[in-house]
């Protein structure tokens, strides 16, 4: 009998303590997978606008553009070499920051806020943290309520490839846009899950307007 009521008592108490915790999981989840994903593309901004581009001479001639004996534009092509290159070099350099990150070796290189954010990170891996009564939507009580840390873990990917447009601007003017897409992809821990997150970010490299009209084969 006292066997039973020791059971009972127990089976009890894993209720009260298990139902409250699994509705609490759930309800935070959903809202942190969301704050993750803000603060992981905040954090991926922050690293590919400041990363180190080449020489602006290496933007000059990209943009290839004949025309016939009236002066109009016959055809618009670009130096992809040139610009392929480029954005190898980007990519290159993205990934040797988070590689250092992830190391734990980034070094400040100046007291700017952009260096001593990313220091910060390589030596705690912690990109952001957040309380669990904003993700509950009780800011009021964010103060007193523990935080929960999304965490940096390792560097899935980094490619980079070269986007292109051309389309008519105003009248009798041509825009040419030449741009580096950066696509990162990073694994990021949580309290209660791990995820893989997928983030792209355009780098706009070359805006020229011509005088003429755009040849057919753009329309």
């Known amino acids: ?115 001593r954010r990313l220091e910060d990170v390589s030596n705690s891996g912690i990109v952001s943290q957040v309380s669990i009564a904003t993700l509950l939507d009780k800011p009021f009580f964010s103060s007193i309520t523990p935080k929960l840390s999304i965490q940096y873990k390792h560097l899935a990917s980094v490619s980079s490839s070269v986007e292109k447009e051309v389309h008519n601007y105003g009248m009798n003017h041509v825009m040419i846009e030449l741009s580096i897409k950066i696509s990162l992809k990073l694994r990021m821990v949580y309290p209660f899950f791990e995820q893989y997150h997928v983030h792209d970010v355009n780098i706009p490299i070359l805006l020229e307007i011509v005088e003429g009209q755009i040849p057919l084969v753009y329309k």
Do not use: W
């Open 1 to 115: 009998m006292m066997k039973k009521r020791i059971f009972i008592m127990i089976l009890l108490s894993c209720i009260i303590v298990c139902v409250p915790t699994y509705y609490l999981y759930n309800s935070l989840v959903d809202p942190l997978k969301e704050y993750g994903k803000m603060e992981v593309e905040r954090f991926n901004q922050l690293i590919v606008t400041h990363s180190q581009f080449t020489d602006e001479k290496q933007y000059s001639d990209m943009v290839i553009i004949e025309r016939n004996a009236d002066n109009e534009i016959t055809l618009i092509d670009f130096d992809m070499i040139k610009a392929n290159h480029l954005a190898s070099d980007v990519a290159l350099d993205i990934e040797n920051t988070y590689s250092l990150i992830e190391e734990g070796k980034y070094e400040a290189k100046d007291n700017s806020y952009y260096e």
